[in-house]
T-cell receptor, first 113, second 112 residues
Framework: GDSVTQMEGPVTLSEEAFLTINCTYT??????LFWYVQYPGEGLQLLLK?????DKGSNKGFEATYRKETTSFHLEKGSVQVSDSAVYFC????????????FGKGTKLSVIP | ETGVTQSPTHLIKTRGQQVTLRCSSQ?????VSWYQQALGQGPQFIFQ???????GRGNFPPRFSGLQFPNYSSELNVNALELDDSALYLC???????????FGDGTRLSIL
């Protein structure tokens, strides 16, 4: 079946450091890919998405590119802030939206001043 | 615009009991999905309702059931609770089956 694998956390960075969170997927078809963020005590918020190969999703300084050849969708940000501390989930689904999302286990990011 | 609201926020039950969790979808949304998020794990899809009909189900036993009402709010019912049912239950609504999902803050269910 379909699955998503994320790098193990937690990840601790200093403010203004460069962030990469790796995500790879296994899928039988051609899914859409998503990054969601979960702040403490809250539900998930959609951060960005890409619906086909070579698409780049971006939002709030975060970016991720859909790489079909490496089945990857790594999340990057050039300069993290303390407010970026949260748990980040990579996910896939079939369709342009988010029908039946399949999530990775999540990566906890802590940014220290 | 009111977002997705879930109730209760926390709940404690014992093994064998039954529980009902509730979700009010965001205004204008006709699709509701439910997810189970165990501690330290990613959410797992339970099922989705579209216009009051079940529209897809994940790998969960029949004791997990749901309803969607004409106003598109939804309930998740779990019978014969087991210890492994302890988790955060997330509801998400969208304006269609293939539209971005908006999540509520979840209900934390603890089974003793």
């Amino acid at each position: 079946g379909d699955s998503v694998t994320q790098m193990e956390g937690p990840v601790t960075l200093s403010e203004e450091a460069f962030l990469t969170i790796n995500c790879t997927y296994t899928a039988t078809g051609y899914p859409s890919l998503f990054w969601y963020v979960q702040y403490p005590g809250e539900g998930l918020q959609l951060l960005l998405k890409a619906t086909k190969a070579d698409d780049k999703g971006s939002n709030k300084g975060f970016e991720a590119t859909y790489r079909k050849e490496t089945t990857s969708f790594h999340l990057e940000k050039g300069s993290v802030q303390v407010s970026d501390s949260a748990v980040y989930f990579c996910a896939l689904s079939y369709g342009a939206g988010s029908y039946q999302l399949t999530f990775g286990k999540g990566t906890k990011l802590s940014v220290i001043p | 615009e009111t977002g997705v609201t879930q109730s209760p926020t926390h709940l404690i039950k014992t093994r064998g009991q039954q529980v009902t969790l509730r979700c009010s979808s965001q205004s204008g949304h006709n699709t509701v999905s439910w997810y189970q998020q165990a501690l330290g794990q990613g959410p797992q899809f339970i099922f989705q309702y579209y216009r009051e009909e079940e529209n897809g189900r994940g790998n969960f036993p029949p004791r997990f059931s749901g309803l969607q009402f004409p106003n598109y709010s939804s309930e998740l019912n779990v019978n014969a609770l087991e210890l492994d049912d302890s988790a955060l239950y997330l509801c998400a609504s969208s304006s269609g089956q293939d539209q971005p999902q908006h999540f509520g803050d979840g209900t934390r269910l603890s089974i003793l």
